[in-house]
């Protein structure tokens, strides 16, 4: 089996599964209680906040508050902004992530109002279009760091600014960026940034929120006073202390990492466009995660081709996991313009930290192989 879908969830590293073991089996304490089992459990989420805060250029490790997932924290930021914000506006985009645009769409409901940004042709949000959006009672900008689908990075530094000139909250949603790219809290003034641990090589169901110092963002869940009285519930300490270890590593390697990922994705891109006929590229050539590729191949439906991949071995994805299985057209590639047939004509392979360049190299001919078949029996093509 050749896994190229890491932007839907990562392989849990040894390292990290060798970091969580002691937690699972000898220091199950419950990191509230006053003893010495409990204060251990304490002391290795401290040390996990610190490995966190620094991953991404935090000043303090208390800026950090650990949550269930990339979800709950992308759903705290923006419902906890905007509940304790003056003004009832705020902006996002039209290719954020379903746990950011749902999260929108309750907010109307709700008698808030939200401007939604359309990408450019690429699928990136720039600060001059988001620009143009804000008004008088803007209190958010949400903008994602890296889009899921695409691969196509955000233009988040002159967003920051932009947001800091006119003092309005920032939130990234760098489910995608974290561990991957260098991410850079103050220097690209983000008040709140949302992490998940899947998509860096740690378990499922673990996640972080950055709320920047000074900044008062409302609880979403009421309970007991973990995470400074922010975020209730008994901490998942062995995920939290995989958390940790996994970014820790990541940015660590992530020179290497990103070097050697983005040159085996530049092979299959080179080998795809030289050895099948009549492919796009959707995203952008330049400001692109470094694993993160998405095609369009017309003639041979998305569905089908990935069924068929399934069968030769190769785990690829339609676009966001979060919405496979359902027949609509990516709201992503939507946004950029293509047609709903071109968007069901697509597909994303997202490489990782466990692929090779051997895997590359038949990952390409399966994919050769599947397109042209499919292609063959289509009778419009
Ligand atoms: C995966 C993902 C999420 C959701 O994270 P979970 O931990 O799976 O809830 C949110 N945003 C983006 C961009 C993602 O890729």
Redesign the pocket.
């Known amino acids: 089996m050749i896994y190229f879908d890491n ?3 990562t392989k849990v590293r040894p390292e990290v599964i060798e970091s969580m073991l002691p937690v699972l089996s000898e220091e199950y304490g419950n990191p509230s209680s006053l003893y010495a089992m409990g204060r251990s459990a304490h002391s290795l989420i401290e040390k996990a906040r610190k490995q966190v805060a620094s991953a991404i250029g935090a000043k303090l490790p208390r800026e950090i508050f650990f949550t269930s ?6 759903n705290w930021a923006i419902t906890g902004a905007m509940a304790l914000a003056k003004g009832k506006h705020m902006i996002t985009s039209m290719v ?5 645009l749902y999260t929108c769409e309750r907010l109307e409901e709700q008698g808030f109002s939200v401007s939604y940004v359309k990408p450019d042709k690429t699928g990136r949000i720039t600060a001059e279009a988001v620009a143009k959006e804000i008004r008088e009672d803007t209190a958010l900008i949400s903008i ?1 760091y ?3 689908e695409v691969g196509t990075v955000n233009e988040i530094a002159a967003i920051g600014k932009l947001a800091r000139e006119h003092g309005i909250l920032f939130h990234t ?1 760098a ?2 960026a974290a561990g991957h790219l260098p991410i850079d809290v103050e220097a690209e003034n983000i008040d709140l940034l ?1 992490i ?4 860096f090589h740690a378990p ?4 972080a929120l950055y709320i920047r110092d000074g900044v008062n963002i409302a609880k979403l869940m009421r309970g007991g006073a973990q995470e400074r009285n922010q975020r209730p519930g008994t901490e998942n300490t062995a995920s939290i202390v995989a958390m940790g270890t996994a970014l820790s590593l990541a940015v660590s390697e992530m020179q290497e990492e990103t070097a050697r990922i983005s040159a085996m994705r530049e092979h299959l891109e080179k080998r795809i466009f030289a050895e099948i006929p009549d492919v796009y590229l959707n995203g952008n050539r330049e400001h692109r995660l470094p694993g993160t590729v998405n095609f369009r191949f017309p003639g041979a439906g998305s569905d089908a081709v990935l069924l068929s991949l399934d069968m030769e071995g190769l785990a690829a994805s339609g676009g ?3 919405s496979a299985g359902a027949a609509e057209a990516s709201h992503v590639l939507l946004a950029m313009g293509l047609s709903e047939s071109e968007a069901k004509h697509s597909i994303r392979l997202s490489l990782g930290h466990m692929n090779t360049m051997e895997e590359v190299d038949q990952a390409v001919e399966i994919l050769k192989r599947v397109v042209l078949r499919i292609r063959s029996i289509s009778p419009v093509y």
């Open positions: 932007a839907a969830t997932c990339g979800t709950e924290s992308d954020e992530h379903h746990a950011v994602m890296a889009n899921n949603d489910v995608q949302s998940s641990a899947h998509k499922k169901g673990v996640g966001s996991a979060c």
